[in-house]
């Protein structure tokens, strides 16, 4: 009988609301895209993030881009709200045929924190 007085107690305590933290776009650039990316000018597997938004898709100086990626640089490919948005969420969609492996980001909280992130980081940038 204690168990279930117990129980019955534990129910009507006040609940506290655990409030969600908001996602970092800072951090969610550290998990899923440093390994490859740099906010810096230096290319590495991918190319350099410096000073990106706002510039033609294939621009990175002394970077190897597939031929896709070349293809839509040609087609007049731009990094701005739009097209950054979409190729995080799926950037084979973007770009079919690219060599970049990431698989997209779908969750929209996420996405909106490291497009955010990246759009104030790479205009800091020279």
């Known amino acids: 009988m204690s168990i279930r007085i117990a ?4 129910l009507l305590l006040p609940t506290v609301a655990v409030a969600q933290t908001p996602p970092d776009g ?4 550290r998990r899923d895209c440093s390994a490859c990316h740099g906010m810096d000018a230096r290319n590495r597997v991918g190319p350099g993030l410096a000073g990106f938004w706002g510039r033609a898709a294939g621009a990175a100086e002394n970077f190897r881009y597939s031929a ?13 709200e739009e097209t950054v948005r979409a190729y995080l969420r799926n950037p084979r969609e973007v770009v079919p045929g690219g060599t970049m ?18 759009r104030e980081r790479s205009a800091a940038q020279p």
């Open 7 to 10: 129980l019955a107690a534990l």
């Open 101 to 118: 492996a990431y698989p997209g980001l779908r969750d929209e909280a996420r996405l909106e924190a490291l497009v955010a992130w990246l």
């Open 68 to 80: 896709a990626m070349r293809a839509k640089a040609e087609a007049g490919l731009r990094w701005d």
């Open 26 to 29: 800072e951090t969610i650039f």
